[in-house]
């Protein structure tokens, strides 16, 4: 029986009168591989805030594992298990990509607190860390600035810290966002790649992406869920076509 | 007995309230441009003793009035501030916080050192006009009339301020950015000419500030350091962007400043120090600033 | 072509490990040989120039400051004009127990300097470091003139204004005489206290938890979003650097014999700022090379022309925040990277 990784119950924020995420029952399972889509405006990057802990609700609760975590800090989170990655790259520009990883796996490992050896010293670190650049096929830059990459590989950099936290929940908002078409495919392989058991949750736009990797889809309107379903069955959906489908977001699946 | 206490009260108010109009005049250009684009500009100060010399030699040694001589502050400073902006200032919007500390570091030494070396290191007396001078008797006490003055022109100066902010078109522009300034550039508004206009009319006014203040608060080529805290603090504690924020706030510390230099004047300063940090631990963002999201 | 999930990691970890960006990182850390330059020089200079040891450890005081300053600003990312405040607590803890006689040891002195300098660095870290930006020097400022006017005002104690003279320290290890009489002693005790002082800087650099702080300063938000505990770090590290200071400002009234008002100036608080950015922060030997540079400059230039000093002094922080805001190893780095050695790691 798979468990329930992440929950959320009746999940509200406003900000004043405006009602940016409405009364949210969500559930995500090990191993889900689901996609929240949605309008400009629809509430998701304040949903994910929410579910990361960047905001706290005006109503409703998270739970992890069956545990409410609602008042829980965001680095409390990311230590019980939940990680993401951002729209726009919030990396370590002027250090290596390799040690953009370390830097996350010193963190998770708890060795970041130590003063009085070398981080040189931690093989188990540095090691671990190179093997998940030679899976995301990053290996080749281990020694680049990430300010020296190109832009598609430097969102492949955004994905490798967060997978080095090894959460058993990942957040993905918009992986593809700003990557040249040319160098989507690299993203794409990753995602596809991730360990079996976590469980996934992308915000995603291009459809392509939605299609190609979501079990189940989720669309948002207005804060709150307008419809939910396979990939097909909600492009089969003439009210989301409508709302947002139509409107010519992403690409048509033919 | 309560006749004493009474006029020693009104005259220790009349004095903070001059002093700390003065810090006002000064400051409220910092506050807005600070709140405009985020701009440490500890260099400020730095204006405000430009426009004192101005006065000073525009008075002593080309003889000029008192009057034509506080507008002629007002014009060169806000004219020098215009030159700096465009070729010094606008490199270094987008740079960080440090940058922007050692440069206008930087602009205060060499304010410094070039007043040093026209005009000399020592303190330049000002002479008050006759008409200014003396004490007024205002029914129910005496007190200096430059004071009283000091006092009306400022709250004529806030007003004047906060009713350009309220009523006209670039009040509303100045808030809006203030407030949001994405949404205000797309909205149409041209930020950077915004901000060029505010630099120049809050340079001005520091300039203008320190010829008004030169008479007691003394001019020499420490000033722009010797002052530097009190500005930051009175546009701290006030709110960055608020103009209301930074008048309470001066004339707030103004009257604190000169109670505690009456009454203790080892370390008493030492008050306004823990309030300050008192304050802005309660509100990060002062009195009347805005919060940020 | 790969399989659907990673790979079971390889046991034969030393293929990922001779990579060389994993080489870098495992290696980095090792002294150089360039590294005992400066030491030697040190020493050297205590024979060569044996008039000139006051000025010799007036500049270690101000690495040994500049180098404190560097932890707060250059690794951690604290801007602060504020950290004379903690020079001078070191200073007056060590000036008040000499000159009542209640602990005039050196050594130990500088321990309790420095405890006392971490102490304050503490509580003012738990509480301002929950500010940043405009606010957070602003309070950094404040704190420092508040410790000032609070020695001011407790001037039965402190000698106020005009502090406290003569201070009597003991001899070093009860033996070599102790005052500014003995320049060579003072000289190399202080080059001593620098020498540890730098070791334990240098390895809190290379640990992981000075790799966290680089992260801090590279990437706050991102540094939430791995799960560190920023706000405690930023304070165990503000603590540190304020300890360290605490030493400087405590070397500097055993040397002096002598500790006032001025322990506590803005002045040697921007002095201190701008050492450490004329020669590069974060990057640990800043300190040294910015010390060294502006003090020579000052001892040379400010002693004969003043105001062009002050002039001078003025037009390079203007020039450094324009073009060279990663100061003399800055500008060296990227000399050294157009005509120097391409060396395989970075």
Known sequence: MTETR???????????????????DFKLDAGARHALIGPNGAGKTTFINLLTGVLRPTNGSVLLAGRDITATTQAERVKLGIARTFQINRLFRGLSVLENVCIAVAERVGAAPSMFYPAGRRTDIIGESM????????????????????????????????????????????????????????????IERLPEDIAVLIIEHDMDVVFRFAERVIVMVGGAVFAEGTPREIEANLQVRAVYLGQGHGARRD | MSVDFASNFISILLGGLSAGTVLFIVSVGLSVTMGLMGFVNLAHGAFAMFGGYIVVLAMNRAHIGFAPALALAFVTTAVLSVLLERLLYRRLYRAGE????LFTLGLIFIFMAAITIVVGPESQPLQLPAALGGQLNLGFTRYRTYSIFLIVIGFLIVSGIWLAFERT?????????????????????????????????????????????????????????KY???????????????????????????????????????????????????LLLWRPQGLLGKKET | MSSSAFPTPAPAADTQLGHPAAHLLMTRHRFRWWEALPWIAAIGFYFAFPDYLGFGTELLIAI????????????????TLGHAAFFGTGAYAVGMLAFYGIWTEPMTGLV??????????????????????????????????????????????????????????????????????????????????????????????????????????????????????VRRRLVVCYTI????????????????????????????????????????YGRLYGAFIGAIAYMALEHFLARLYPTAWQLGLGLLLVLIALFARNGILGLGDVLWRRYGVRHAAS
């Open chain 2, 228 to 278: 530097l805290v009190y500005f930051l603090i009175v546009v701290s504690v006030g709110g960055l962007g608020s103009v209301a924020g930074v008048y309470f706030a001066s004339l707030i510390i103004g009257i604190l400043d000169f109670v505690l230099k009456l009454y203790l004047p080892k370390g008493g300063t030492i008050f306004i120090y823990a309030l300050t940090i008192l």
């Open chain 1, 131 to 190: 093997e998940l650049l030679e899976t995301l096929k990053l290996a080749d830059f281990a020694r680049h600035r990430v300010s020296e990459l190109p832009y598609g590989r430097q969102r492949l950099v955004e994905l490798a810290i967060t997978i080095g936290l090894k959460p058993a929940v990942l957040l993905l908002d918009e992986p593809a966002a700003g990557v040249p078409s040319a160098e989507t495919h690299i993203i794409l392989d990753a």
């Open chain 3, 112 to 229: 309790i300097a420095a405890v006392a300098a971490g102490v304050v660095g503490l509580l003012s870290g738990l509480v301002l470091l929950r500010t940043n930006g405009l606010t957070l020097l602003m309070l950094t400022l404040c704190t420092m003139a508040l410790l000032q006017e609070g020695a001011n005002m407790a001037h039965d104690y402190t000698g106020g204004f005009d502090g406290l003279p003569s201070l009597s320290i003991a001899p070093v290890f009860g033996v070599f005489e102790f005052n500014p009489l003995y320049a060579d002693t003072q000289y190399l005790y202080t080059l001593a206290v620098l020498m540890i002082c730098f070791l334990f800087v240098r390895t809190l650099v290379y640990s992981p938890f000075g790799q966290s702080l680089t992260g801090i300063r590279e990437n706050l938000l991102r540094m939430h979003a791995i799960g560190s505990p």
């Open chain 3, 241 to 280: 650097s304020a300890a360290i200071a605490g030493i400087a400002g405590g070397l500097w009234a055993q040397t002096n014999a002598f500790v006032n008002l001025s322990a506590f100036d803005l002045d040697r608080a921007a002095t201190v700022l701008i050492i450490l950015i004329l020669g590069g």
């Open chain 2, 98 to 101: 440090l940058d922007q500390v």
């Open chain 1, 6 to 24: 992440l929950e959320t119950r009746a999940l509200s924020r406003s900000f004043g009168a405006l009602k940016a995420v409405q009364e949210i």
């Open chain 2, 169 to 225: 078109r670039i009040g509303a522009q100045i808030r809006a950015t203030v407030d949001n300034r994405r949404m205000a550039e797309s909205l149409g508004i041209n930020v950077d000419r915004l901000f060029t206009i505010t630099f120049a009319f809050g340079s001005g006014m520091a300039g203008l500030g320190g010829g008004l203040g030169a008479e007691f608060l003394g001019l020499d080529p420490q000033y722009a350091l």
């Open chain 3, 64 to 79: 040994l400051f500049a180098l404190s300053l560097d932890l707060a600003l250059g690794y951690a990312g604290i801007i």
